[in-house]
């Protein structure tokens, strides 16, 4: 932690990021997609760094959507290029060394075997480290989410280790992704749309959503800093009139 990253006492515990913007921020500057996807890559290195100095336990990246495939195939190939680098390369032991936590959600069986077996690693490598999880969403869909954990319920309705009267929110979301993890307190959108995109459907259900024109690349820690404000001063009812509070009180 540096000496100059200061802790708010009511920071989310759980942020996630769509990550928009890759491509615009290319385009801008006369680059191609794929110069636009490693300084992405840059960005969420900076920003993983970040929510660490500021003790956020959970971070969430949408780092590749189910709907992605459909892309042109050499943007695809760029992609799953970088997935590959940032898997090999030092990233990886710097999370470790930094007590970090990686784990991938999403149809991981998707992806190239040597991508897979990089996931594979990485998530073994850092099992045991208790500071901030950091989750990437790689070939996710919050309907496609939905949909695995019905079925996963239903196999074991079949198999009688579960009823049909069983079934609460609880069980449902202990099948899904990020079952067994919080609920994001926060989910930051780069690139200026204002939509959800298929992200975590399920988990958004009281998330605070912060949205900025800003394109990921450029997205750095005083980008990361005025969410966090705008976050302290935001009034959650959880669905209810008589329990608002003031984050930043």
Same mark, same amino acid.
């Given at each position: 932690?540096?000496?100059?990253?200061?802790?708010?006492?009511?920071?989310?515990?759980?942020?996630?990021?769509?990550?928009?913007?890759?491509?615009?921020?290319?385009?801008?500057?006369?680059?191609?997609?794929?110069? &636009?996807?490693? *300084?992405?890559?840059?960005?969420? /290195?900076?920003?993983?760094?970040?929510? @660490?100095?500021? %003790?956020?336990? +959970?971070?969430?990246?949408?780092?590749?959507?189910?709907?992605?495939?459909?892309?042109?195939?050499?943007?695809?190939?760029?992609?799953?290029?970088?997935?590959?680098?940032?898997?090999?390369?030092?990233?990886?032991?710097?999370?470790?060394?930094?007590?970090?936590?990686?784990?991938?959600?999403?149809?991981?069986?998707?992806?190239?075997?040597?991508?897979?077996? &990089?996931?594979? *690693?990485?998530?073994?490598?850092? /099992?045991?480290?208790?500071?901030?999880? @950091?989750?990437? %969403?790689?070939? +996710?869909?919050?309907?496609?989410?939905?949909?695995?954990?019905?079925?996963?319920?239903?196999?074991?309705?079949?198999?009688?280790?579960?009823?049909?009267?069983?079934?609460?929110?609880?069980?449902?979301?202990?099948?899904?992704?990020?079952?067994?993890?919080?609920?994001?307190?926060?989910?930051?959108?780069?690139?200026?749309?204002?939509?959800?995109?298929?992200?975590?459907?399920? *988990?958004?259900?009281?998330?605070?959503?912060?949205?900025?024109?800003?394109?990921?690349?450029?997205?750095?820690?005083?980008?990361?800093?005025?969410?966090?404000?705008?976050?302290?001063?935001?009034?959650?009812?959880?669905?209810?009139?008589?329990?608002?509070?003031?984050?930043?009180?």
């Amino acid at each position: 932690m540096t000496p100059d990253s200061p802790i708010v006492k009511n920071n989310p515990k759980h942020i996630a990021f769509i990550m928009d913007g890759n491509n615009r921020w290319a385009k801008s500057k006369g680059f191609s997609p794929r110069v &636009g996807y490693q *300084h992405g890559a840059e960005a969420a /290195k900076l920003v993983i760094n970040a929510c @660490v100095d500021q %003790a956020i336990p +959970y971070v969430t990246l949408f780092a590749f959507s189910s709907e992605n495939w459909v892309r042109p195939p050499g943007e695809i190939k760029s992609l799953m290029a970088l997935f590959l680098t940032v898997l090999n390369r030092g990233e990886i032991q710097q999370l470790h060394n930094n007590n970090v936590r990686l784990l991938f959600i999403g149809k991981r069986g998707n992806f190239a075997e040597k991508i897979q077996l &990089g996931m594979k *690693h990485a998530e073994d490598l850092t /099992k045991n480290n208790v500071g901030t999880t @950091v989750i990437v %969403a790689a070939d +996710y869909g919050g309907r496609w989410d939905l949909v695995n954990s019905t079925i996963e319920i239903c196999n074991k309705i079949r198999a009688k280790e579960l009823s049909a009267e069983q079934i609460n929110e609880a069980i449902i979301n202990n099948h899904t992704s990020l079952g067994g993890f919080p609920d994001p307190d926060l989910c930051i959108r780069t690139g200026g749309e204002r939509r959800l995109s298929n992200f975590l459907l399920w *988990h958004f259900a009281y998330t605070e959503f912060y949205f900025t024109d800003c394109f990921w690349p450029d997205f750095n820690k005083s980008e990361l800093q005025l969410a966090l404000d705008d976050y302290a001063h935001r009034q959650r009812r959880f669905g209810g009139q008589n329990k608002t509070f003031r984050l930043g009180n």
